[in-house]
């Protein structure tokens, strides 16, 4: 449960700096900064469940 | 692979060293007249604000430590005073909008912030299994391997670093303009 929770809290926490980017910022900086941590989020996952 | 504290470099070095060349390249960027732009795109109080997730991040650092996963040092209930930041980033984002005097209080409360950063990012390293276990504490520092909470190292420290920094250009930027 607790993971879930945490894991529900990290797609939170990304989002929200995804819609401040695209908010705040011009549309090419926005999608750079929504690409590359979505790409660094799957790498830290995947490294985090390899064994 | 990150569980594994025998392997050369140990395994965390995976997630440790883009984390260490990205927040260098970011502060490096933030320095030039493009990455100040981005940085004070953003209004001041929210990115002060958004610190307030740092609370949640330590409630789970909390059940960590009950789950046996965490040394309690690491905790708001042992030498961890992260959530401190956290509980006053919302007052901190109030007082940015007051003045001077606010900003001044910003500027301190970011470096204090750092320091509380560097403060459980040392320990925790130092608590972990592998050639940098400097401190034994009641139980190791087992975070690091136990999916999900790596992302607290790979997401939430960098976003917490890098909000200090675009805080303290942004502020800068603004006490200099309103000279």
């Known amino acids: 449960m607790i993971m879930i929770l945490f894991v529900g809290f990290v797609v939170l926490m990304a989002a929200f700096v995804v819609a401040l980017s695209a908010r705040y910022l011009n549309g090419r900086t926005a ?3 929504a690409a590359g941590l979505s790409m660094w989020l799957i790498y830290v996952g995947l490294v985090d469940i390899s064994e | 692979m990150i569980k594994n504290a025998t392997m050369r470099p140990p395994g965390i070095a995976f997630i440790f060293v883009p984390v260490l060349a990205f927040l260098v390249l970011s502060i490096l960027r933030l320095r030039s007249s ?9 209004p ?3 990115i002060l604000g958004t610190q307030s997730f740092r609370i949640v991040v330590e409630l789970f650092l909390h059940q960590l430590w009950i789950d046996g996963l965490l040394p309690k040092m690491l905790t708001f209930a042992g030498a961890n005073v992260d959530i401190y930041i956290g509980a006053s980033a919302p007052l901190i984002a109030w007082l940015s909008k007051r ?3 606010g900003l001044r209080l910003a500027l301190a409360w970011n470096v204090l912030g750092l320091l509380s950063l560097a403060n459980v990012v040392t320990r925790a390293v130092v608590t972990t299994p592998g050639p940098f276990n400097l401190i034994h504490a009641e139980v190791p520092n087992l975070m690091f391997g136990t999916f999900p909470y790596m992302f607290i190292p790979g997401f939430f420290v960098p976003l917490a670093v ?8 942004a502020i800068g930027s603004l006490a200099r303009t309103s000279l």
Request: net charge positive; charged share 10%; glycine share 8%.
């Open chain 1, 31 to 33: 999608f750079a900064i």
């Open chain 2, 162 to 169: 890098v909000l200090h920094v675009m805080a303290i250009w």
């Open chain 2, 99 to 101: 003045g001077r005097l």
């Open chain 2, 44 to 46: 001041l109080w929210i």
């Open chain 2, 34 to 42: 493009a990455g100040a732009r981005v940085a004070l795109a953003f």
